[in-house]
């Protein structure tokens, strides 16, 4: 078995061909770099790429390092990467000015690669901590898919891509049929099986990678599937249905005497920030809400 080694990674941003030569030679042998010799490159690849830090040159021409400092700590996709200062312009307040914009280390040129790389490999150190830290608050302690805050968090991020893109954004909500009957008639324990036996089906065949399951509360999932107009929603929900009524798992309270879903389905074409997210989670709502009332164990298509 090949076993693949996961790299930091780290964006190089010098208006100086030499300087960047310099760093990634010293720094490639443990670590994937990207490079960028202007202040607009550096934003765009941080980004798409999202590495974990950030070797920022400041007298850059048009976009100095400050401004993209500032950028950077402004985007919301972006405020997490850990910035580190690499620069020839000396003096506490331009050190003071780098660190109160968010930087985490501030270091004058000429540089002592030892040094650097001591203190790069500090900052990776704490960047990977602080991510293991927050990965774990985003996922749901009981059945261990993305939780309520990781959810919303997707939501926004994916209906901007949607925005930029100009496609399509649906979004599932799915109920338990019955889950308070199920937890009177089994027990609290036995209700958290269930829990965790679906999370594990529905996260199983949801096969498009893009797509994204949370826990939204007790027994509400979440799904949202980018790009996917509302045949391939329907399909997709349907399919998400099927998998739970062949479990097959007893529920003696339910209208089918066994565990079944409701599945709310909503499609919106992203063209506005205004709309989200109440406008698509509303609707998927409604769809649910729709579908339990009229029994259960069936999809409901809200049309916005």
């Not at 980004?47 to 830090?53: H, I, M, S, T």
């Not at 950030?54 to 500032?70: A, Q, T």
């Not at 893009?210 to 399909?235: C, H, S, W």
Request: glycine share 6%.
């Amino acid at each position: 078995m090949i076993i693949t080694q996961h790299y930091p990674m780290i964006l190089i941003v010098d208006d100086m061909p030499v300087n960047i030569k310099i760093l990634a030679e010293a720094l490639g042998s443990g670590y994937r770099i990207k490079v960028a010799n202007n202040g607009k490159d550096a934003l765009e690849i941080a980004e798409r790429e999202q590495p974990d830090l950030i070797l920022l040159d400041i007298m850059m021409p048009k976009m100095n390092g400050f401004e993209v400092c500032r950028h950077l700590k402004e985007n919301a996709q972006t405020c997490k990467i850990a910035v580190m200062f690499l620069t020839l312009l000396s003096g506490e307040i331009n050190e003071e000015q780098g660190l109160n914009l968010g930087a985490v280390d501030y270091i004058t040129k000429p540089i002592a690669i030892p040094i650097v790389k001591a203190r790069i490999r500090n900052h990776i150190q704490l960047k990977q901590q602080a991510d293991l830290l927050e990965s774990l608050a985003m996922i749901d302690a009981l059945t261990l898919i993305p939780n309520h805050r990781r959810f919303d968090e997707t939501l926004v991020s994916e209906w901007r891509r949607a925005m930029r893109d100009k496609t399509s954004l649906s979004l599932l909500e799915i109920n338990v049929d019955y889950f308070k009957g199920y937890i009177d008639e089994y027990g609290y324990g036995i209700g958290d099986i269930l829990l965790k036996m679906l999370a594990i089906t529905l996260a199983k065949n949801l096969e498009r990678p893009g797509d994204f399951i949370a826990r939204y509360n007790n027994d509400t999932f979440m799904v949202i599937l980018p790009d996917a107009d509302e045949k391939t929603a329907l399909q997709i929900a349907e399919g998400l249905r099927e998998s739970v009524e062949k479990l097959g798992v007893v529920h003696i309270d339910s209208t089918a005497g066994f565990v079944t879903i409701s599945v709310g389905v909503a499609t919106k074409i992203a063209v506005s920030q205004n709309l989200f997210p109440k406008i698509l989670c509303e609707a998927a709502n409604s769809g649910v809400n729709s579908a339990t009332k009229n029994g259960g164990n069936q999809v409901s298509v809200y049309v916005i």
